[in-house]
Every structure is written in structure tokens, then in C-alpha cells.
């Protein structure tokens, strides 16, 4: 019974930057890892990033690795990714996610969010 709510999209110019912000709530039944994911129309769901609870540990898709930064700053149920030198491709719907340990399977989160539009313009 975790809450999860996103929130920082928006349009944002190729090579700018924008921060996603995500907060669970509720009953969370001790520590949580948490993650991101991101959705493009057609295209399956990817992972992103995703980071222990204790912040010491961290993963990147290759495909964002050295532009984002996830981060857990001060309460542990809270997420940022931060994201810069925004690419188009980057566009999608980002979803973050909790669960008990963090990997790249989409499977190994129980929470999820609704999800938040990220639109990168040329």
C-alpha cells in the first residue's frame, strides 16, 4: 500500500534541463529502493534509472548515462531525476516506481505512478 506520485514534466528545448521530482507515501513497510521509466508513444516501456535506499548505490541506462542524475535528497521517500542535455528522443511519459530492491525489470516495482509527459522540442 505505497502511494507514488511524479511530478516536473513539461516541454523543454533540445539540450536544456528538467527536474522530476517523486514522493511515496502510505505504508511502505520499512526501506525502498526506487526508479524510473520511461514510455514513448509506441514503444515499450524502458528503464531509466533507479536508486537504493540508501542513496550509495545507483544505475543508468546507456542511453542516459553521464546526462541524468537520480538522487534521494533528505527524505528517503523522495526521488529526483534530474535530467539534462535533453535530447527529442528523450520525449516519452516518465514513470517512477518502488519497490523492495531496484533492477532494470519493470517487474521488481510494485508501486507505480501515473506518470509524467517530458517533451523535448528541437
Known amino acids: 500500500q505505497v502511494q507514488v506520485v511524479e511530478s516536473g514534466g513539461g516541454l523543454v528545448q533540445a539540450g536544456g534541463s528538467l527536474r522530476l521530482s517523486c514522493a511515496a507515501s502510505?505504508?511502505?513497510?520499512?526501506?525502498?529502493?526506487m526508479g524510473w521509466f520511461r514510455q514513448a508513444p509506441g514503444k515499450a516501456r524502458e528503464f531509466v534509472a533507479h536508486?537504493?535506499?540508501?542513496?550509495?548505490?545507483?544505475r543508468y541506462a546507456d542511453s542516459v548515462k553521464g546526462r541524468f542524475i537520480i538522487s534521494r535528497e533528505g527524505a528517503k521517500n523522495t526521488v529526483f531525476l534530474q535530467m539534462n542535455s535533453l535530447k527529442p528522443e528523450d520525449t516519452a511519459v516518465y514513470y517512477c516506481?518502488?519497490?523492495?530492491?531496484?533492477?532494470?525489470?519493470?517487474?521488481?516495482?510494485?508501486?507505480w505512478g501515473q506518470g509524467t509527459q517530458v517533451t523535448v522540442s528541437s
Open positions: 536508486i537504493s535506499w540508501s542513496g550509495d548505490s545507483t
Open positions: 502510505g505504508r511502505t513497510g520499512g526501506t525502498f529502493a
Open positions: 516506481a518502488a519497490g523492495q530492491i531496484a533492477t532494470m525489470s519493470p517487474s521488481s516495482f510494485d508501486s
